[in-house]
């Protein structure tokens, strides 16, 4: 297991907790944390605190977003299918991996720029055409 990620609203509980793990740890799989572990306040509107960046995502207390360099790169690809006026095999691959990103997230804006541009139906289809081949 690499990351750990646990939330409550009294840190004094999250340091207990890191405690009781770090024992189970030591004592029983002889392992131990990393010395860099954190405990914070998550970011809210009436609360100073901060997001927790973590596999691509932005979590605060309320919403989900992608990271911006995730949007950047999300936009820019909608924008070359735009562009070419068809999307290769990895292109389509890539955008519906977004897409699924997207979802998923509250980038409201994001999902508008990409959905109302691009059919994912057309790019699926790319996509089996494409599987059908190599099998």
């Given amino acids: 297991m690499d990351d750990m990620v646990f939330f409550n609203s009294d840190k004094k509980h999250l340091h207990q907790i890191k405690n009781q793990i770090e024992e189970y740890l030591n004592n029983k799989l002889h392992l131990t944390i990393k010395e860099n572990w954190q405990v914070f306040l998550m970011h809210n509107k009436n609360e100073q605190g901060r997001f927790l960046d973590f596999m691509g995502f932005r979590f605060y207390r309320n919403r989900v977003t992608l990271r911006r ?16 006026g068809y999307a290769t095999h990895y292109d389509a691959k890539q955008l519906l991996t977004y897409k699924g990103w997207i979802q998923k997230t509250n980038t409201f804006n994001l999902k508008w720029y990409i959905v109302y541009r691009i059919s994912f139906y057309n790019l699926r289809k790319i996509i089996s055409k494409h599987d059908k081949k190599i099998n």
Avoid: E
């Fill in 69 to 84: 360099k995730m949007v950047l790169k999300a936009m820019r690809k909608a924008r070359k299918i735009c562009k070419k």
